[in-house]
């Protein structure tokens, strides 16, 4: 147990630093770049969209779940489809977040490898769908258009910080905490019953490693952030390099629910050359990676590490007050998530005046976001609040067309259930 809840702490607080860090520029990006001027950049059916997909879903901290409103919204605004598969396929691979945590536990190599290969397999996959489509690139899904920039109006800049904190520390965080706390716990546990250089010893062939961490990844959500300690631990414990980016790539990339939305809103086609150019890019740049870091390269970081960590100094204490914040704000978002937003699901209640309709399929507050917004271009649709927890939308409003609201709540990648009596 000693040795478990220590190395929690050494993976918590190697963490701590660049996670507050990545969280702020997450809060940065989403408050200060609007998505009007994304959808602008994703719009035409030639290659510079399909760039601008890749580019602009690299820094982007949205997880494969968050990832699918977002890229599907982008396309029901004018993205064609082949910047929508390279937004897909680049974004939850890494973001601002996970950029630097793979920094301070897997190094400078890691860190610059995960936004370069988001960014190539996402322009792979998006020319690959435009080149296949070419008579079908013009066929756009028909839902009502939001006003993007509407979240903008009337906001001065003291606004804007606060909008922006609020985001870093509570929406963003509340979103990947379980997953986090998951991929830490597991990584220590790991780390602790598993013997050193164990996988090397009993499979010790790239490809088949490659093969299963491929295999394990592809269904699994697994989180850009949460992944990293656990890459970090299956490396010190004999896993390949390339075994380990393949991990870090196919796992956030992509889950069973991404797999089923791009195949029901794209096409079996598009869905195809998707999982195609996740798979191929896995494993190239696996093969890539072990051919230019040696096998004992965590081993060599790890020493690093040990000794920057036994040499203390100012950023030893910088690293020991982020843990100790992370943590409080960990506590805080687990509080949120499972017992103020269970509290606030059960007291969910219709009242006159409003209807209860049951939604499947949200998993973040990115999804519960994007429920809202579009269904408030609904003809008739005054307010509406969504809820993940108890699958709950509320709407308000007179003679709303349901029909119309199924319609709109299928087309961007959830599923209506039922109108509650």
């Known amino acids: 147990m000693a040795e478990f809840f220590y190395s929690l702490y050494f993976l918590t607080s190697e963490m701590a630093p660049f996670l507050l860090l990545g969280f702020l520029i997450a809060g940065v990006l989403r408050v200060f770049v609007p998505q009007a001027f994304l959808n602008k950049k994703l719009g035409g059916n030639n290659f510079k969209s399909v760039l601008y997909g890749a580019l602009l879903g690299v820094p982007l901290p949205l997880c494969s779940c968050g990832v699918i ?7 029901n605004n004018g993205a064609s489809d082949g910047a929508t598969i390279s937004f897909l396929i680049s974004t939850p691979q890494t973001g601002v977040d996970s950029i630097f945590i793979t920094w301070s ?27 296949f489509n070419k008579k079908n690139n013009d066929e756009k899904i028909k839902v009502a258009k939001l006003n993007l920039n509407q979240q903008d109006k009337n906001q001065n800049f003291i606004e804007k910080i606060r909008e922006m904190l609020r985001y870093s520390f509570v929406t963003f965080l509340d979103d990947i905490v379980k997953w986090l706390v998951i991929g830490l716990f597991l990584a220590a546990l ?26 394990v990844s592809v269904p699994l959500y697994i989180c850009a952030t949460g992944s990293v300690p656990l890459a970090a631990v299956l490396m010190l414990k004999g896993l390949s390099p390339g075994a380990a980016l393949v991990l870090l790539m196919a796992g956030p990339a992509t889950n069973v629910a991404t797999i089923t939305v791009v195949g029901k809103t794209l096409g079996t086609k598009n869905l195809m050359i998707y999982l195609s150019a996740i798979i191929i890019g896995a494993f190239f740049f696996g093969f890539i990676t072990n051919a230019i ?28 007050i982020s843990a100790i914040v992370l943590t409080i704000l960990l506590l805080a978002g687990l509080y ?17 005046g409003e209807h209860t309709v049951i939604v499947d399929g949200m998993t973040c507050h990115h999804c519960e976001g994007s429920v809202e917004k579009n269904l408030l271009a609904v003809e008739n649709v005054i307010e509406v609040k969504a809820d993940l927890n108890s699958c709950k939308v509320i709407i308000k409003g007179e003679n709303v067309d349901f029909k119309k609201i199924k319609e709109v709540i299928d087309s961007i990648g959830y599923k209506f259930v039922k109108v509650e009596e």
């Open 336 to 352: 949120r998530k499972y017992f103020i937003n269970h509290n606030i699901s059960k007291s969910m209640e219709k009242i006159k």
């Open 190 to 215: 790991l780390n602790v019953m598993i013997p050193e250089s164990f996988i090397s010893k009993y499979i010790g062939n790239q490809w088949i490693e490659m093969t299963i961490a491929l295999a």
């Open 293 to 320: 870091l040696p096998t004992n390269y965590i081993h060599t970081l790890g020493k690093i590490n040990i000794d920057h960590v036994h040499g203390g100094g100012i950023f030893e204490w910088i690293k020991i």
């Open 69 to 75: 409103p977002t890229g599907i919204s982008l396309r």
């Open 105 to 131: 536990m897997l190094g400078l190599p890691f860190a610059l490898l995960r936004p370069f290969i988001a960014f190539i397999t996402g322009i792979f996959g998006g020319a690959m769908v435009n080149f």
